[in-house]
């Protein structure tokens, strides 16, 4: 009898450590940078003044930089005493526990300060400044175990700065220094070593990052920059298919990879592309339409359908397989980003700071509550918004604008 009570106890313990780790959020996106958690039992339906704010905290900094949730911890970047900064806070109090410095602050007119996610990795922290610094530091405390910079790599400043979210896989960070020594790297993620750098594709980079992918059985990281998205072997960064893209200014979502389909979307009139890399990695082209134009808010694929902000169009929910426009609703939200949990959408209007849940249904606009986050920063650009993205971590909803972080109960 005592075994048996001994495996059902492991079994539970093991179950509980899985369901922890599931609701952490520890990059840019989620788990699966899809920005869909996969957590269960969250409120269906706000109370009338929203969910409960469990903490504010008002010390973050400049800058646009996103949360990554892991082991308790809150990791984003700020700008303190004139320098960016790693930041790590108590995820379930708000209280600061470290800060570890990262470089110069980016100076822009749209808002200075870093704008990427940390990505964590076990005990370690990889964060990429607005400037092109990447550094590595401990989960622990902040300390830097070693830093890079993408200029080493032959990149370039883009014009707003690096945005990206740099990837850890295996034994690698994956990072888009763009340049004429490759427009994707990867650094050994224990000492910062280069592995490798994509060679055969020079494009400079954008502010898009890396997805990782297994298409037709063969592992890639896809990335998307101005004139063209690809594919990438991990194991000597080698381009394995490539297409055109007709970007224009500036290129920003994130790539959306389902089975051997791979869809990407920008703003500026650009609109979207579906591909389907076929056997012998041969891309081949499924849809190009101009129906879902992201410009920054991101765009997430709930089942069979994408939802996201278009630009002048509104809200919108698009068929993945087909880009067929299902519904759209301009009135009840001003543009914003996305993010999704538990079969609702988070969505933030970036000019109002409102805040909505709404049903992930074909059927239509379905809201289920709203609120305006309050405070709102006075020391945000005047060419700025709130442009950090909404994040649903272990029944909490996580939310920034410049030096504010908000964390709301959204358990029910």
């Not at 339906?45 to 809150?74: D, H, T, V």
């Not at 890639?220 to 072997?233: C, E, H, I, R």
């Not at 698009?318 to 969505?347: I, P």
Request: net charge neutral.
């Amino acid at each position: 009898m005592f075994p048996t009570r001994l495996i059902l106890a492991t079994s539970l313990a093991v179950t509980l450590a899985t369901s922890a780790i599931a609701a952490d959020w520890p990059q840019w996106r989620g788990p699966q940078r899809d920005d869909v958690s996969h957590e269960t039992g969250l409120l269906k339906q706000w109370p009338e003044a929203g969910p409960k704010r469990l903490w504010l905290f008002e010390k973050a900094g400049a800058g646009y930089a996103g949360f990554s949730i892991a082991n308790g911890q809150l990791f984003t970047m700020g700008v303190r005493d004139g320098n960016e900064v790693l930041l790590a806070l108590d995820a379930n109090s708000g209280k600061e526990l470290w800060t570890a410095p990262i470089g110069d602050v980016l100076g822009n007119k749209w808002g200075d300060g870093p704008r990427g996610t940390p990505t964590v990795d076990g005990d370690r922290v990889y964060a990429l400044g607005g400037q092109g610094t990447l550094i590595c530091a401990q989960a622990k405390d902040g300390k830097v175990l070693w830093k890079r910079t993408m200029q080493e790599l032959g990149g370039k400043v883009p014009g707003w700065g690096y945005t990206e979210s740099v990837l850890v896989d295996g034994n690698r960070v994956v990072c888009t220094p763009g340049g004429e020594k490759g427009t994707m790297a990867a650094l050994d993620k224990m000492t910062g070593k280069t592995l490798w750098q994509s060679s055969d594709w020079k494009e400079g980079a954008q502010y898009s990052s890396i997805v990782p992918a297994t298409i037709n059985g063969t592992p890639q990281y896809v990335q998307l920059v101005m004139q063209s998205f690809a594919g990438v072997d991990p194991n000597n960064g080698k381009v394995l298919w490539k297409v055109p893209f007709p970007g224009r200014t500036a290129v920003i979502p994130t790539p959306i990879v389902k089975g051997n389909h791979v869809l990407v979307t920008a703003g500026y009139g650009v609109g979207s592309k579906m591909v389907e890399i076929e056997q012998g990695n041969q891309p081949k082209d499924v849809y190009e339409n101009k129906i879902m134009k992201n410009h920054h808010g991101g765009v997430v694929r709930v089942g069979d359908h994408v939802y996201g902000y278009s630009d002048g169009i509104g809200w919108l929910c698009m068929e993945f397989n087909t880009g067929k426009q299902v519904w759209a609703e301009r009135g009840a939200l001003g543009k914003g980003a996305v993010s999704a949990a538990d079969g609702m959408l988070y969505c933030l209007d970036e000019g109002k700071g409102t805040v909505v849940l709404a049903e992930a249904s074909p059927k239509g606009w379905q809201e289920h509550g709203r609120f305006t986050l309050e405070p709102q920063s006075q020391n945000r650009s005047p060419q700025g918004r709130i442009w950090t993205h909404p994040v649903i971590s272990n029944g909490k909803l996580y939310l920034r604008d410049q030096e504010y972080i908000y964390c709301f109960d959204v358990k029910s």
